[in-house]
């Protein structure tokens, strides 16, 4: 059985990001509550996708000092250590999630009117683990944008095509 980790980069860590502080100190960087508190922000946001400015202005309510250019900051470091993704969502703004998102997903974003679908990361499980072996490669990351129209989209085209 091919070794996977799709949920994870593997950059500076072998795939344990149970404590993000600890992984911190071990790096090197110390683990601020402010930066504690980003990532705290990114796992407890469900379905929402966030910007850098809505996880600037989450963590801004606690910690008034920490500004936006320190989020930025942040936000590229933790995504060097492979803590943080981003992910395209078609839009042209960079969305943030946290790897070890309870939630873990891709997605299917409508190119009509933009709304985004969360499709369960397992979907794509068979086809990582013949992918990984395949090409005896080991899955880092997995970041999957899918684009078209969305089920009420197509209703709409459909009724106007009738009307
Ligand atoms: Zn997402
Ligand atoms: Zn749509």
Same mark, same amino acid.
């Given at each position: 059985?091919?070794?996977?980790?799709?949920?994870?980069?593997?950059?500076?860590?072998?795939? @344990? *990001?149970?404590?993000?502080?600890?992984?911190l100190?071990? #790096?090197?960087?110390?683990? &601020?509550?402010q !930066?504690?508190?980003? +990532?705290?922000?990114?796992?407890?946001a469900?379905?929402?996708h966030?910007?850098a400015? @809505? *996880?600037?202005?989450?963590?801004?309510q606690?910690?008034? #000092?920490?500004?936006r250019? &320190?989020?930025? !900051?942040?936000?590229? +470091?933790?995504?060097?250590?492979?803590l943080?993704?981003?992910?395209?969502?078609?839009?042209? *703004?960079?969305?943030f999630?946290?790897?070890?998102?309870?939630?873990?997903?891709?997605?299917?974003?409508?190119?009509?009117c933009?709304?985004?679908?969360n499709?369960?990361?397992?979907?794509?499980?068979e086809?990582?683990?013949?992918?990984?072996?395949?090409?005896s490669?080991?899955?880092?990351?997995?970041?999957?944008?899918?684009?078209?129209e969305?089920?009420?989209?197509?209703?709409?085209?459909?009724?106007t095509?009738?009307?």
């Amino acid at each position: 059985m091919a070794q996977l980790a799709v949920d994870v980069t593997g950059r500076w860590h072998d795939g @344990d *990001v149970s404590d993000p502080a600890e992984l911190l100190r071990s #790096s090197g960087f110390r683990a &601020t509550p402010q !930066r504690q508190m980003v +990532l705290q922000v990114l796992r407890e946001a469900g379905d929402r996708h966030l910007t850098a400015d @809505d *996880v600037w202005r989450a963590v801004n309510q606690h910690y008034p #000092s920490f500004n936006r250019s &320190t989020t930025y !900051r942040v936000l590229e +470091l933790f995504s060097a250590m492979g803590l943080v993704q981003q992910t395209r969502l078609g839009d042209g *703004v960079a969305h943030f999630e946290a790897v070890d998102h309870p939630d873990r997903h891709h997605h299917l974003v409508c190119v009509r009117c933009g709304t985004v679908q969360n499709v369960p990361a397992d979907v794509l499980r068979e086809i990582s683990v013949r992918l990984a072996e395949r090409h005896s490669f080991h899955i880092g990351s997995v970041d999957l944008m899918i684009q078209g129209e969305c089920a009420a989209c197509r209703r709409a085209a459909s009724v106007t095509r009738r009307a």
